[in-house]
């Protein structure tokens, strides 16, 4: 059976900000990262919402940005915290 690859969900308005933060260019950026520049526009637009793991690390690495660093990805939803009867 195959199993997807697997992906990291990313906010693309944090791309964007981190990028601008770092006065980069979206063709130096993805110069650095080794992808197209219409890849990380799609990204930093939210058309692309989703990375490859390699990807999404040189991206970080392009930006500046330790491994630990989690600003890139799409924040998780608020749990739900319904009181139980």
Do not use: F, W
């Not at 308005?13 to 526009?41: K, P, V």
């Not at 040189?58 to 139980?84: C, F, M, N």
Request: aromatic share 4%.
């Amino acid at each position: 059976m195959h199993r997807p690859h697997p992906t990291i969900p990313v906010n693309g308005a944090a791309i964007r900000t981190t990028r601008l933060d770092a006065g980069l260019s979206t063709a130096e950026t993805a110069r650095r990262a080794g992808i197209s520049d219409c890849y990380l526009r799609h990204l930093e637009t939210g058309y692309r919402d989703r990375m490859g793991p390699g990807r999404y690390a040189a991206l970080r690495k392009a930006l500046g940005l330790p491994a630990s660093d989690r600003r890139l990805l799409t924040p998780a939803p608020p749990e739900d915290h319904a009181q139980e009867q």
